[in-house]
């Protein structure tokens, strides 16, 4: 009687890891139906994106809108370097003429 107990142990036990292996295997199972769903439905959405959104079109929308960009970059620095010129010099002569010494404890400003 003691060795078929063992024998029944032994049995369960190889039956409680193929219960494992087959639970395993149905996780996976589930797993994959769900990422095929997925996929069914990006795909659909990506097909939906395609009919509506016409590539030449967009390439066009791009060109135009570096185009535009390039402008307004060049623009900007012409406004830059005109409003440097216009006040950036007066600034300067005012500090090339005044000459700042650092001396122990004071701050002594010469005009020149």
């Known amino acids: 009687q003691l060795i078929n107990i063992r024998k ?3 049995r369960m036990l190889g039956m409680k890891g193929q219960i494992g292996a087959v639970k ?9 139906m769900n990422m095929a769903q997925t996929m069914k439905t990006t795909a659909g959405v990506m097909g939906q994106m395609n009919k509506q959104m016409n590539p030449q079109e967009m390439a066009k929308v791009m060109q135009g809108f570096e185009r535009e960009s390039a402008k307004m970059d060049m623009t900007g620095e012409m406004m830059e370097d005109t409003l440097d010129a216009a006040l950036g010099d007066s600034e300067d002569e005012e500090e090339s003429n005044q000459v700042m010494w650092l001396s122990p404890g004071t701050l002594v400003s010469f005009l020149r």
């Open 8 to 10: 029944q142990k032994t």
């Open 24 to 32: 395993t295997q149905t996780t996976t199972m589930q797993a994959s």
